[in-house]
T-cell receptor, first 107, second 113 residues
Framework: GIQVEQSPPDLILQEGANSTLRCNFSDSVNNLQWFHQNPWGQLINLFY???GTKQNGRLSATTVATERYSLLYISSSQTTDSGVYFCAVSGNTPLVFGKGTRLSVIA | KAGVTQTPRYLIKTRGQQVTLSCSPISGHRSVSWYQQTPGQGLQFLFE???????NKGNFPGRFSGRQFSNSRSEMNVSTLELGDSALYLC????????????FGPGTRLLVL
């Protein structure tokens, strides 16, 4: 099955800093989503981005499907950005999740 | 529009008991998937239902089962609970399936003692 690797596993940032999270996947996909899991466990959908670039406020994402990776950019980080960020992919199969990147933003 | 709801939110059971969890998807969404999240294994797919039919099943023992009703609401059941079943159970929905945006509910946190 599809393998998903996320890096880095942990990231600590000072408030206001920028960061880039990476997701590598092993096969072609027709669905790639980025999620933020809040401290209560809710998975919040950030982007549906099987290819191309999208932006939503301070967050943006780029997927290069031909090279099998996706990047999530967080600019001007805030303490509320803390949590775990998951990349999940699907290729006509159920979603396969990476292990996540745990982000801690400190004031 | 209303989001995905899951009930109950928290549950404590003892080994050997059974449990039923419920998921109500966003109106119009006919695909419902279930995932188990544990610290050791991460997020793992359990099964997907579409129009009352199981369309995909993950690698879990037969103690884990599910069903979907005509209004797209879904239930999952775990029989003969084991300590290792302690987890956050999440359901996700979409209009047609896992190839499109998945919307997750808040989850049910199950503790097996």
């Amino acid at each position: 099955g599809i393998q998903v690797e996320q890096s880095p596993p942990d990231l600590i940032l000072q408030e206001g800093a920028n960061s880039t999270l990476r997701c590598n996947f092993s096969d072609s996909v027709n669905n790639l989503q980025w999620f933020h899991q809040n401290p209560w466990g809710q998975l919040i959908n950030l982007f549906y981005i099987p290819s191309g670039t999208k932006q939503n406020g301070r967050l943006s994402a780029t997927t290069v499907a031909t090279e099998r990776y996706s990047l999530l950019y967080i600019s001007s980080s805030q303490t509320t950005d803390s949590g775990v960020y998951f990349c999940a992919v699907s290729g006509n199969t159920p979603l396969v999740f990476g292990k996540g990147t745990r982000l801690s933003v400190i004031a | 529009k209303a989001g995905v709801t899951q009930t109950p939110r928290y549950l404590i059971k003892t080994r050997g008991q059974q449990v039923t969890l419920s998921c109500s998807p966003i109106s119009g969404h006919r695909s419902v998937s279930w995932y188990q999240q544990t610290p050791g294994q991460g997020l793992q797919f359990l099964f997907e239902y579409f129009s009352e039919t199981q369309r995909n099943k993950g690698n879990f023992p037969g103690r884990f089962s599910g069903r979907q009703f005509s209004n797209s609401r879904s239930e999952m059941n775990v029989s003969t609970l084991e300590l290792g079943d302690s987890a956050l159970y999440l359901c996700a929905c979409s209009y047609r399936g896992t190839g499109e945006t998945q919307y997750f509910g808040p989850g049910t946190r199950l503790l097996v003692l």
